[in-house]
């Protein structure tokens, strides 16, 4: 007992998936928020070395706030039970290596969360804690009716964790809600991170609005559940009634082969697989678009909502749950409640250049992204992130 005395918490925190800069940014400023809010542990950082490396190139200084413990990460596809003995194994040697006191996953599918139930029976007292990122969307609606194959889907595998006392992030309030409506979480199981906007990539002075012509941004891969579609209506629209003042911009890769060839009007801003390409094209910008349906973003989060945060452009597009949620009131751009009230906005050239009215926005965007600093995510941290009791 006495050689634990002085002993310093290990928090083991595990990216399993990725070896490149997928969601470094959003990992990058819960790292930040971890070493913040837990000043008294020492945090380890199990991930592939290309995937620290995009975390540290977001955010530099955390190479000398954390330790790193390279993995090596399996192929994505499938349910496999390869994967399950992986993330399994990954999970044991780490923490037994570093004595972890609690383990955070930063990403799962099923194979993942059975793993943590494994770990959990067989290391008890170490808390785990999951954050699910889309991964509640794969629990709802179809499943299949083998049942081979249903024992080890997300449902399963979310109910499984649950029972062997895994513990769930979500990364918005109305998330957590939308999950405890739909039997998928029990309340007291599941903690809120709001998703992040980072520092380094904040604008520090609000940009003017262009003058004379308004580049209007499509964040991220063009697809359909991102609104896509709605994207080229208002293009089509603009075409109609001859707004040639408007500039079209896809910030992203085209995620499906029925999008191309794109209208002569789209440009794709290149490269955008580097981050620092992908923040200088919304940068260049002046409103980014924003489609988020119902029924795609009830469970899931926009990255699209902090990167506008983070560059300070108001945003057109509709009004949803998770506009309204994650805006919270705030006057941050045109929210239209239909289709043809979002056509008519795209036309009126008065609304869009109104210098004062862009100006109001981005003070709502201000007011929004403190709130969403690692600075102001710390507390969270120390509440949420629960260490072992005793050596």
């Given at each position: 007992m006495t050689a634990n005395l002085g002993r310093v918490p290990t928090i083991l925190v595990v990216q399993p998936f990725y070896a490149d800069l997928t969601h470094a940014s959003v990992n990058a400023c819960f790292l930040k928020a971890m070493v913040l809010g837990r000043?008294?542990?020492?945090?380890?950082?199990?991930?592939?070395?290309?995937?620290?490396?995009?975390?540290?190139?977001?955010?530099?200084?955390l190479a000398n706030m954390m330790d790193h413990r390279p993995i090596e990460v399996m192929p994505q596809g499938g349910i496999r039970y390869e994967r399950?003995?992986?993330?399994?194994?990954?999970?044991?040697?780490?923490?037994?290596?570093?004595?972890?006191?609690?383990?955070?996953?930063?990403?799962?599918?099923?194979?993942?969360?059975?793993a943590c139930v494994s770990f959990r029976l067989s290391r008890p007292a170490i808390p785990v804690l999951a954050i699910l990122h889309g991964d509640l969307s794969s629990a709802i609606g179809w499943r299949s009716k083998d049942p081979r194959r249903r024992l080890f889907d997300h449902r399963a595998a979310i109910r499984a964790a649950a029972m062997a006392g895994v513990r769930f992030v979500v990364l918005e309030h109305y998330i957590k809600r939308t999950a405890v409506q739909l039997g998928l979480i029990r309340d007291a199981q599941c903690d809120v991170w709001p998703l992040p906007v980072l520092d380094a990539e904040f604008v520090d002075a609000c940009p003017a609005l262009s003058p004379d012509r308004l580049r209007l941004g499509f964040l991220g891969f063009a697809k359909r559940q991102k609104g896509f579609d709605i994207f080229l209506d208002l293009v089509a629209t603009a075409d109609r009634h001859q707004a040639d003042w408007i500039d079209f911009v896809l910030i992203g890769g085209i995620a499906e082969a029925r999008y191309e060839p794109l209208p002569s009007r789209v440009s794709v801003v290149p490269g955008v697989d580097e981050r620092a390409n992908f923040i200088a094209g919304v940068r260049a910008v002046d409103y980014a678009t924003l489609f988020l349906d119902d029924h795609t973003y009830r469970l899931t989060s926009s990255g699209t909502v902090v990167d506008a945060l983070a560059a300070l452009r108001p945003v057109i597009g509709l009004q949803t749950l998770a506009t309204r949620?994650?805006?919270?009131?705030?006057?941050?751009?045109?929210?239209?409640?239909?289709?043809d009230a979002l056509r008519t906005l795209i036309t009126n050239r008065a609304a869009l250049f109104d210098a004062a009215r862009y100006r109001t926005f981005q003070d709502g965007l201000l007011a929004l992204r403190r709130g969403r600093r690692a600075t102001e995510l710390a507390h969270l941290m120390a509440g949420t992130i629960r260490l072992r009791k005793g050596p």
């Open positions: 000043p008294d542990a020492r945090i380890v950082f199990a991930a592939h070395p290309g995937h620290y490396a995009a975390v540290l190139a977001v955010v530099p200084e399950f003995q992986y993330h399994r194994r990954l999970l044991m040697q780490h923490a037994d290596a570093t004595d972890a006191s609690s383990v955070v996953c930063l990403a799962i599918v099923p194979e993942t969360l059975f949620e994650m805006f919270d009131g705030q006057p941050v751009g045109y929210l239209c409640d239909t289709m």
